[in-house]
């Protein structure tokens, strides 16, 4: 049974920053890649950034590139979502995702955590 918990989210100014983490367990961690998703009222779920399963490999979505960055550490089996220069529209309940990624290159999602609520005011 695969468990991902989120943790870190929380209130912060627009400019601000924070940590998410995401702790897993259930399965041997290094052997898969890892991303986060998020899901603003209204909207729906998107895809913000994946890595590999030895970290050599990390995607972001355009509208988080050269303000997030994802990371790993396969010994504590733990992702990390560093966000910076947050803005209201980074608004959005966070998820936790295990997965693969396809041959071209996409992050394919297998199993999610409950999520963590980021809300940024102006």
């Known amino acids: 049974q695969v468990q991902l918990v989120e943790s870190g989210g929380g209130l912060v100014q627009a400019g601000g920053s924070l940590r998410l983490s995401c702790a897993a367990s259930g399965r041997t961690f290094s052997n898969y890649a890892m991303g986060w998703f998020r899901q603003a009222p209204g909207k729906e779920r998107e895809f913000v950034a994946s890595i590999s399963w030895n970290g050599g490999s990390t995607r972001y979505a355009d509208s988080v590139k050269g303000r997030f960055t994802i990371s790993r550490d396969n010994a504590k089996s733990a992702v990390y979502l560093q966000m910076n220069s947050l803005q209201p529209e980074d608004t959005a309940v966070y998820y936790c995702?295990?997965?693969?990624?396809?041959?071209?290159?996409?992050?394919?999602?297998?199993?999610w955590g409950q999520g963590t609520q980021v809300t940024v005011s102006a």
């Open positions: 995702s295990q997965g693969v990624h396809v041959r071209d290159g996409t992050y394919l999602p297998n199993y």
